[in-house]
């Protein structure tokens, strides 16, 4: 995707090579910051503290990760003990994107196949290298199978303007290029549809006002930034014609773990007739998972993450208290969709029911799984 003319992802290699860089999405929209990832603490830290975010950017930070235990591993006397104990480290930053550990265990099982640290380094970089395209491509697929959604609805509007909401970033900021959620935004906006977007806010972090309002904004489509409760009242009143959301980890029988939040609007959706739909890789279903609800890990994070606020101030980024300094807080970062509210999923191999018999014609050769 493109910034200010220029072609831009949330993670890529220096020149050299050698160098895991990304963007440090804290400090977005009103500073743009490149990190240097050089050692997997850095890894991790960029991950736990959402520098980057986002279940299939987090994968792929997770298989670069990989990468940068291997370089570091280069030359100890017990390299491949290192790198491995360094690989478990990176699995366990956190816990409810299942792409972190998909990304950490398909780079591991390449490595292991190498004899020598230089082997194990090339191998690291190439795969790596392989899953961010592949993400890429995803996207993009993603997109072409979304927009029919969109344009069907933009038919039977006779071309006014379809309105779609959406829930914290599921853009090319979460992923590599075009997004999950985003993605069939993006293609309605570049074949001429006439589109708005519902930004949710998206407390406590505000991934929605701050992320993918400048994403929408730096390609020009028209968007709205709104409070996370004001979604019900959209749709109320005919405001809404279409959800789409992304996840960070989805059962195979169609249960979807997304930030905190995303239930509340597919209940919303439900009552008021709206589709409600989430857009995934095939990297982010957990394969062995069936009860969403009941099985998928939910993150705790920091609670001053709900009694601070960050934003500009003079010219200077600012964090300011928003509470009452003696009151507790608690921070739930994602919640569970069960199955039955979901219209459907936009996969990179097309549009499926939430239901196991339709995402296993989908994928058939997860056929054990079901």
Not at 29 to 38: G, I, S
């Amino acid at each position: 995707m493109k910034v200010d003319g220029r072609d831009t992802r949330p993670i890529r290699l220096s020149g050299d090579g050698k160098t895991v860089q990304v963007i440090d999405q804290r400090r977005l929209p009103h500073e743009f910051v490149v990190l240097d990832l050089v050692t997997v603490d850095d890894v991790i830290m960029a991950i736990q503290e959402m520098v980057v975010r986002g279940a299939p950017l987090i994968g792929v930070t997770a298989a670069y990760g990989v990468f940068v235990a291997a370089l570091n591993a280069e030359g100890r006397s017990d390299s491949f003990a290192y790198f491995s104990g360094e690989c478990k480290r990176i699995k366990a930053a956190r816990p409810t994107a299942i792409n972190l550990i998909w990304g950490v265990e398909r780079v591991t099982a390449v490595v292991r196949e190498m004899r020598d640290d230089a082997a194990r380094i090339d191998a690291a970089r190439v795969e790596a290298g392989l899953i961010a395209e592949a993400e890429a491509e995803n996207c993009h697929l993603i997109g072409e199978y979304g927009v029919e959604i969109v344009e069907a609805i933009s038919r039977r509007k006779k071309g006014k303007t379809v309105h779609i909401l959406t829930h914290c970033n599921a853009g090319w900021l979460a992923c590599i290029e075009y997004g999950t959620a985003t993605a069939p935004m993006y293609a309605a906006f570049d074949r001429g549809l006439d589109i708005h977007i519902w930004v949710d806010e998206t407390r406590p972090l505000n991934q929605g006002a701050r992320l993918t309002a400048w994403e929408l904004g730096k390609h020009g489509i028209d968007h709205t930034i709104v409070t996370d409760n004001a979604g019900g009242h959209l749709m109320q009143h005919g405001m809404v014609d279409l959800v789409i959301v992304g996840t960070d980890r989805t059962t195979h029988t169609g249960d979807v773990a997304n930030k905190i939040g995303t239930y509340l609007k597919a209940l919303a959706a439900r009552d008021n007739q709206v589709p409600f739909y989430v857009a995934l890789p095939s990297s982010t279903f957990d394969w062995e998972l069936k009860d969403g609800v009941k099985d998928i890990p939910i993150e705790e994070r920091d609670p001053d993450e709900v009694r601070y606020v960050q934003g500009l101030e003079n010219g200077a980024v600012k964090k300011v208290m928003i509470s009452p300094p003696e009151s507790k807080a608690a921070n739930y970062a994602f919640d569970v969709t069960p199955a039955r509210l979901v219209t459907g999923f936009i996969t990179e191999r097309g549009i499926c029911k939430a239901d196991a018999e339709a995402i296993a014609a989908l994928f058939p050769e997860k056929g054990d799984c079901f």
